[in-house]
């Protein structure tokens, strides 16, 4: 895993092989992959840290934020209502586009949007890993009832 500071703020987190472009060794960026280990291994229940919003088309940033900022561990939303919660009713696709290019995750935790009716939807074609990462937050079986949180 690695995590691409630029500035101080997170630009870009990824799994796997090294990024494609160098990395300068970063406090913060060591500070904030610690953090998401912790976090992917149950140890944390957030991540915190500085994200650059603006790596995102600005609908998208806000679907982003507001996943960030009010849909906690344990908890889904769907693809809709995350839409309606970050003040673009109807848009249930362009929340699923956002979570499906988010630079963030899973410091923004995407996995806890979820389809209609309580199925877990996509999810770059990694539904088992979505489970799994809802699964260890305590939700399922699945399909399970979204609670309103607003």
């Known amino acids: 895993m690695w995590v691409a500071v630029c500035g101080g703020v997170v630009v870009d987190v990824g799994f796997g092989p090294d990024p ?13 992959a610690r953090n998401v280990a912790d976090f ?7 991540v915190e840290a500085p994200l650059f919003w603006d790596a995102m088309p600005p609908v998208h940033a806000e679907m982003m934020r507001v996943l960030y900022e009010n849909v906690p561990w344990g908890h889904v939303v769907s693809y809709g209502e ?6 673009y009713p109807g848009a249930a696709r ?30 770059l074609g ?17 399909p399970i009832h979204t609670p309103d949180i607003r």
């Not at 494609?20 to 904030?32: G, I, M, N």
């Not at 992917?40 to 957030?46: I, K, M, P, S, Y």
């Not at 988010?102 to 877990?120: E, M, Q, S």
Request: net charge positive; charged share 20%.
């Open 20 to 32: 494609p472009y160098a990395l300068q060794d970063d406090v913060t960026a060591t500070k904030v």
């Open 40 to 46: 992917l291994e149950g140890a944390v229940q957030r």
């Open 82 to 87: 995350l839409a309606v919660l970050a003040g």
């Open 94 to 123: 362009a929340a699923g586009t956002a979570c499906r290019h988010c630079p963030f995750f899973p410091i923004v935790p995407c996995h806890r949007v979820i389809a209609a009716h309580g199925r877990l939807g996509g999810f």
């Open 126 to 142: 990694r539904p088992d890993v979505k489970r799994r990462l809802l699964e260890a937050e305590g939700l399922g079986p699945f």
